[in-house]
């Protein structure tokens, strides 16, 4: 036997040995490019300019299972602006995305521990995981470090949440501290129902605190090929500024929002409805717009990228018109028709989205007599479509656009007084490879 075949066999055999041990990894995530060009960053001016940008992305998500009961999830990323340098805050030495491309570019995204409790329905995730709300995302939705115990007993669905978003000086009360608690049945196959109840004790500044909390009903109902789902969440709380103009503020606003959902071949069709409370008087002691969006990523299933927020965006700035407009006070009103179509001929997709958005107050009370108008709450019309078509299985290629037409809420708020605002569009290239 030469040595080489000796050596191939010696090789085979230690290949063979580790395979049950390299079994317990998994391995997933994706290599995302996007090339954005649009001019809607410039929301509100005459003659907008045209945002161009190339953006990077690359998430790989590892995992290794110990034994039945406990695993390790690390999910790393790696975000780089075509020919961008970054800052020296968050990224060291630039992103890489300059020419030469040396760059200190990799942040952890989620570390975590999951721990299947023996003898119950139960799981323990600690350390730093992805955690959303039960309400689109108009609460939270984000990556935090968190203890998050969730299963089930008898018949109730239950999930409890400790996360720290704030670190002040550990020798202070100086913190912010949020604490989440959802349950909610299933029946049968076609309908859940829950409750959902968050508080965030927030004193980062001793002079300035805030305690707010958030309650809330949802529920999915499907009979055939129909569905409907819907929420309702109410924000309470109090907000102190001892410095300033917001002292011992009461906190009363509201989010609801019901979506009709229909499957038809090869996709499916929904109708969104959504509201946001609004606060017409900024001069009592009251705040009645809704106190939310960590994470700003509300709403992201409808297809919709100017109003609403794109469902792909990563680092460049988001387009979130409708929901800015609702946060400031003004609230909204929305009406959204989507749709969504796979295994179309060639391996292709497509997609859409139609929304329509109004403020719920356009005059302000500012106090000392003091008003602000807009000229109507009409903010505005988004066509949006996307399709795409996948090479070799994996390698996904899509263009998708949106076109905004801005309604008379934007008017008198552009470059030149009185003036119409212009309409706004994005358009984006993708590539994404998931692993």
């Given at each position: ?6 050596i191939?066999?010696a090789?085979?055999a230690v ?5 049950p041990?390299?079994a ?9 490019t ?13 003659d907008?300019d ?9 998430r790989?998500?590892?995992?290794y ?8 999830v690390?999910?790393g990323?790696v ?21 030469g491309?040396?760059?200190v570019?990799f942040e952890?995204k ?6 299947k ?7 323990l995730?600690l350390?730093?995981q992805?955690?959303?709300d039960a309400?689109?995302?108009v609460v ?5 470090a ?5 299963g089930?007993?008898?018949a ?6 400790y996360?720290?978003?704030?670190e002040g000086?550990t ?8 604490y ?5 049945h299933?029946y049968g196959?076609?309908a859940?129902?829950g409750?959902?109840?968050y508080?965030?004790?927030d ?6 605190s805030a ?5 809330g009903l ?5 009979f ?7 929420f309702f969440?109410?924000?309470?709380g ?5 410095t300033?103009?917001?002292d011992?503020?009461?906190?009363s ?7 009709a959902?229909m499957?038809?071949?090869n ?5 969104r ?9 900024y ?5 009645e717009s809704?106190s ?8 992201v ?5 100017i ?6 965006v990563n680092?460049?700035?988001?387009n ?6 609702a946060?400031a006070?003004?609230?909204m009103?929305?009406?959204v028709f989507?749709?969504?179509f796979k ?8 997609g ?11 005059e302000f009370d500012?106090?000392?007599?003091e008003?602000l108008?807009f000229?109507?709450?009409d ?6 479509a ?5 090479f070799?299985?994996k ?7 949106a ?10 708020v552009?470059d030149?007084?009185?003036e119409?605002?212009d309409?706004v569009w994005t ?5 994404n490879v998931p692993?």
């Amino acid at each position: 036997m030469s040595k080489s075949v000796r050596i191939l066999i010696a090789l085979a055999a230690v290949v063979a040995m580790a395979t049950p041990a390299l079994a317990e990894f998994t391995l997933g995530g994706y290599f995302r490019t996007q090339g954005y060009m649009q001019n809607a960053q410039d929301l509100g001016a005459e003659d907008p300019d045209t945002y161009t940008a190339v953006d990077q992305r690359f998430r790989a998500k590892l995992g290794y299972t110990l034994n039945d009961y406990v695993s390790f999830v690390y999910y790393g990323e790696v975000d780089t602006m075509w020919g961008a340098s970054g800052s020296a805050t968050k990224y060291p030495g630039g992103q890489g995305g300059e020419v030469g491309a040396d760059g200190v570019n990799f942040e952890t995204k989620n570390v975590y521990v999951d721990f299947k409790i023996p003898d119950t329905r139960s799981n323990l995730r600690l350390g730093i995981q992805g955690v959303k709300d039960a309400f689109e995302g108009v609460v939270f939705w984000d990556d935090m470090a968190a203890a998050n115990l969730s299963g089930a007993m008898g018949a109730i669905d239950y999930t409890l949440l400790y996360s720290k978003w704030n670190e002040g000086n550990t020798t202070n009360w100086d913190d912010r501290d949020f604490y989440a608690i959802d349950l909610s049945h299933k029946y049968g196959d076609y309908a859940k129902a829950g409750v959902a109840f968050y508080y965030l004790d927030d004193n980062r500044v001793p002079t300035e605190s805030a305690e707010l909390w958030y309650a809330g009903l949802y529920g999915d109902y499907r009979f055939g090929n129909m569905g409907i789902d819907g929420f309702f969440v109410y924000n309470g709380g109090t907000v102190d500024d001892e410095t300033g103009a917001m002292d011992d503020l009461d906190v009363s606003a509201w989010v609801a929002s019901v979506k009709a959902k229909m499957v038809v071949r090869n996709g499916d069709l929904g109708l969104r409805y959504i509201y946001y409370s609004s606060d017409d008087d900024y001069s009592d002691e009251d705040i009645e717009s809704f106190s939310g969006s960590q994470g700003k990523f509300e709403f992201v299933d409808e297809n919709l990228s100017i109003f609403l927020v794109d469902k792909f965006v990563n680092n460049v700035p988001k387009n979130r018109y409708a929901i800015d407009a609702a946060l400031a006070g003004a609230g909204m009103h929305a009406l959204v028709f989507s749709g969504n179509f796979k295994n179309l001929p060639v391996d292709s997709y497509a997609g859409f989205g139609v929304g329509a958005f109004f403020v719920d107050e356009d005059e302000f009370d500012l106090g000392d007599g003091e008003r602000l108008e807009f000229k109507d709450k009409d903010l505005g019309y988004e066509f949006a479509a996307r399709i795409g078509k996948k090479f070799a299985e994996k390698y996904d290629v899509s263009l998708r656009g949106a076109y905004a037409i801005l309604g008379d809420f934007f008017d008198g708020v552009s470059d030149v007084e009185d003036e119409d605002a212009d309409d706004v569009w994005t358009t984006t290239l993708m590539v994404n490879v998931p692993f």
